[in-house]
């Protein structure tokens, strides 16, 4: 079998994520035929079936999903030796690895002492791996979720969990929802997009996507979303972290401006 190309890894993942070959291809800026003959000559060069398909619905096979995990873990590999060619390289850059839909409120206060170039946002659900893969040079974390495992942190916060619906939505009026309400959404999904936040706003604007995030991001909604407080969900406590080998000096002097700001109740960890 030919070598797989990096194109055929993207396409499958973003299959995978949506489990809708529509959303995946509008996604991924191509048009859905285009999408479901890549998948099918994917599955015919691999010799395995990937996928189960009807005309409702589209599930992984047990072999989908252990290719789903390794299209993940490659592309993270990839954008990691991208990243270390880059460092090493001496670009005076700042990656920093954010969750999806949390953290967005924190961001101004924890880069408000930082002169260096624009930062690029990695968004990631697993934030410390990102640092740890060379991905980003700093993240945002859960602290309730995540192993700083060695990474130097500092608490910047807590978010409480908010449900995005469409603002005409029957769920939008309520004082709050549990997440037995959200999952007999069609559009539900337990794990946000791993997008930036206008992208995610606009497809729950748009009806095609409701999902849980941290409620930092409740000013910047527009007016066709709504955030509904999830009442079963505990709150969040932030932290942003790095490696202490960093050699990023723009890294290095806002980790040091955030010892000296912490804020009440915070602290650094490792």
Same mark, same amino acid.
């Given at each position: 079998?030919?070598?797989?190309? &990096?194109?055929?890894?993207?396409? *499958? =993942? ?6 809708? *070959? ?15 003959? !890549? ?14 398909? /009807? ?5 992984? &096979? ?25 460092? =090493?390289?001496?670009? !005076? ?10 953290? =967005? $409120? ?20 697993? /934030? &410390?791996?990102?640092?740890?893969? $060379? ?17 130097? !942190? ?18 939008? $009026? ?5 997440? !037995? ?14 997008? $930036? ?39 969040? /406590? ?27 109740? =915070?602290?650094?960890?490792?």
């Amino acid at each position: 079998m030919d070598r797989l190309e &990096t194109r055929e890894l993207v396409y *499958f =993942s973003a299959l995978a994520d949506e489990l809708h *070959f529509g959303r995946a291809a509008e996604n991924l800026g191509i048009t859905q035929p285009v999408l479901s003959r !890549a998948v099918a000559r994917l599955e015919r060069r691999m010799g395995v079936r990937l996928m189960d398909r /009807t005309s409702r619905k589209v599930e992984l &096979t047990e072999a989908g999903r252990t290719f789903r995990d390794e299209c993940r873990r490659l592309l993270r590999q990839l954008d990691a030796a991208v990243r270390r060619t880059r460092q =090493s390289a001496d670009h !005076a850059r700042l990656a920093i690895a954010v969750r999806p839909g949390t953290g =967005s $409120g924190f961001l101004p206060q924890v880069l408000r002492r930082y002169e260096g170039p624009e930062p690029e946002l990695v968004f990631a659900h697993d /934030t &410390t791996g990102a640092v740890r893969d $060379g991905i980003a040079d700093a993240a945002l974390v859960c602290l309730e979720s995540e192993e700083l495992g060695g990474l130097q !942190a500092i608490r910047i916060g807590a978010e409480q969990p908010v449900a995005l619906v469409p603002r005409e939505h029957a769920l939008a $009026g309520r004082d709050g929802v549990v997440v !037995a309400d959200l999952r007999e959404l069609k559009s539900y999904r337990a794990q946000c997009p791993e997008a $930036g936040l206008d992208e995610i706003l606009d497809r729950v604007a748009l009806g095609r996507l409701v999902t849980v995030v941290g409620s930092t991001v409740v000013d910047r909604l527009p007016s066709d979303v709504a955030a509904v407080p999830v009442t079963d969900l505990p709150a969040t /406590t932030l932290a942003f972290c790095w490696s202490p080998a960093t050699r990023n000096r723009h890294l290095q002097a806002l980790a040091q401006g955030l010892a000296t700001d912490a804020l009440p109740g =915070s602290g650094t960890s490792a």
